[in-house]
């Protein structure tokens, strides 16, 4: 870890705006500006790092650009203009103080743009957005470094081909599009605190990258109320980190986690971002609220499983979805009991609204096993631990077994 | 991420240049500094300490404890205030200090806070110390 990567880490996502509203080219800035560190991890430990290591980049990534516009020219006018004219202005044009913040949501916008496949936009994000190397993006998603290397090169082909401009998008469109950079960077977190496939049940530092994210989201719309909703969320949710696995690394399930590990200024700081996220709670404002519960109770007896019951069915009317219900059932049945549960997960099931999941299956078997109907209980969750791709999970589920 | 505490510690030559430089100008530097910390979710607090001279120091060098009239020692390295911030790495920790708004002479010392996590769970101080973190919402 050098200094390098610090100040890349910090300043990216700046670097790469400035560079892209400048140049009009997302692609062409992100790779002046990956030049412009390569060249600074080889000459700063020999030269020393300059005064303003911020404007050294800058300044590097803009010469790169110019030579490639000017490489360009011979083909198309548009370089050659660019190359001629004012790009050649100051640093200090490039760095505007009052556009940074712009620039920054610009990127955030653009990398989550709805052309994009999913994957594509996670890659993206986190490349130019939080200044993840291509290695570090592979490592954390369990993939080999070419797949990301590709993915993030057709990202930016896309963008290019689809002539995305680079800007906010409008008024008129900025909330919905904002849905797509929060669903972005809820996956990002998600991926970092389960993982969907592997051994490790936590890669903390990705889910803390998404948290990072979020916060500087949160300070450039102050006045985006799902904002907070989801930095909420996001907070509330590593709380319990520290918690969720055992010394040999197994996953504790919530009824068995030792509260007294959950980082308290995380739910302090979950807490704050909840009160923020105003009135009427939108999707993530709402699992905010159910994790605000369990992060106020001293244990699953005294958790307010009301509440959350009527958090779920809330969460079901604006975001309806077979998970949800799921987690509706849990909470029932635990405020009234597991028979009435066992209805709406029979009801899921007569449906067929989770084909293949192993989470209909382990809460079928729960609430089986409560109910001291063991035999059914035990296929239930046999069926759950086939289906599920985390091999600590699987663990638990068989654990329950052996109880019995 | 990690805890770590950015320590300012100014001197008399520091001290001397920052009550040269106009209010107004202060408060633009240290907030575009704030701002920025904010802006890259890496803020959780931050204080800046009164006046040395109307502190008061507590000696435990005797016997008894010996209360005396402020400032701490010699005024070479005093403690002037301090940043909070939840960064992923010490260099990250480092480059922050880095772009403290400072005056010549100053010095930042950057130090790792460790959560309460990292002390024994069943002690009971330690419990009693995350109740009143928990009643209180201190960090």
């Not at chain 2, 070479?76 to 010549?104: H, N, Q």
Request: charged fraction near 25%; glycine fraction near 8%; aromatic fraction near 6%.
């Amino acid at each position: 870890m050098s200094s390098i990567e610090a100040i890349w880490r910090i300043e990216s996502a700046r670097i790469v705006g400035a560079l892209a509203r400048y140049t009009g080219d997302l692609d062409l800035a992100e790779d002046v500006a990956q030049e412009a560190v390569a060249e600074a991890l080889v000459s700063w430990p020999r030269d020393g790092e300059p005064a303003n290591p911020v404007g050294w980049l800058l300044a590097t990534a803009r010469r790169r650009a110019i030579d490639s516009f000017r490489r360009r020219a011979g083909r198309d006018e548009r370089y050659a203009l660019l190359a001629s004219d004012g790009f050649a202005g100051t640093d200090d044009l490039l760095w505007d103080p009052d556009r940074i913040d712009d620039d920054v949501l610009a990127l955030m916008f653009v990398a989550c743009h709805p052309v994009l496949s999913p994957e594509a936009r996670v890659a993206l994000t986190l490349r130019t957005v939080g200044g993840l190397s291509t290695e570090e993006i592979a490592r954390a998603f369990l993939v080999p470094v070419p797949t990301i290397q590709a993915r993030i090169t057709r990202a930016k082909k896309t963008i290019a081909v689809a002539r995305v401009p680079f800007e906010v998008p409008p008024v008129a469109k900025r909330r919905e599009r904002l849905g797509g950079v929060l669903s972005v960077l809820y996956v990002i977190f998600t991926e970092g605190s389960t993982a969907t496939a592997g051994d490790r049940l936590l890669r903390e530092d990705l889910a803390y990258e998404a948290i990072r994210l979020v916060r500087t989201l949160s300070a450039l719309l102050p006045g985006e109320p799902e904002v907070f909703g989801l930095l909420a969320l996001c907070e509330l949710t590593a709380a319990r980190f520290p918690a969720r696995t055992g010394p040999d690394g197994a996953a504790v399930l919530l009824e068995k986690q030792d509260r007294r590990c959950w980082d308290r200024s995380a739910i302090r700081r979950g807490t704050a971002a909840l009160g923020q996220a105003g009135r009427g709670l939108g999707p993530y404002g709402l699992q905010a609220a159910i994790a605000a519960c369990h992060a106020a109770a001293g244990s699953v007896a005294e958790t307010d499983w009301e509440r959350i019951v009527l958090l779920y069915e809330a969460l079901g009317r604006v975001a309806p979805s077979p998970i949800v219900e799921l987690n509706r059932a849990v909470a029932v049945a635990m405020a009234d009991g597991p028979a009435e549960a066992l209805l709406m997960v029979d009801e899921l099931v007569a449906r067929d609204r989770l084909p293949g999941s192993h989470l209909l299956p382990t809460v079928r078997g729960e609430l089986l096993l409560r109910l001291g109907r063991t035999t059914e209980a035990r296929a239930e969750l046999e069926l759950a631990a086939r289906l599920c791709g985390n091999a600590k999970e699987r663990a638990v589920l068989l654990g329950k077994l052996e109880h019995e | 991420m990690a805890k770590y505490m950015l320590i300012m510690r100014s001197t008399d030559e520091s001290l001397a240049k920052m009550m040269d430089t106009p209010m107004e100008q202060m408060l633009e530097t240290v907030g575009s500094y704030t701002d920025e910390l904010i802006k890259a979710g890496a803020l959780l607090a931050a204080e800046g300490l009164d006046d040395a001279a109307q502190g008061v120091v507590v000696d435990f060098s005797g016997e008894t404890p010996v209360v005396t009239d402020g400032p701490y020692g010699e005024t070479k390295e005093l403690f002037g205030g301090f940043y909070l911030i939840d960064v992923p790495t010490k260099e990250d920790a480092v480059e922050w200090a880095k772009r403290l708004p400072s005056f010549p002479g100053a010095k930042c010392e950057v130090r790792r806070v460790p959560s309460i996590d990292e002390f024994p769970q069943d002690n009971e101080w330690v419990v009693k110390e995350r109740a009143w973190r928990e009643q209180t919402g201190q960090l």
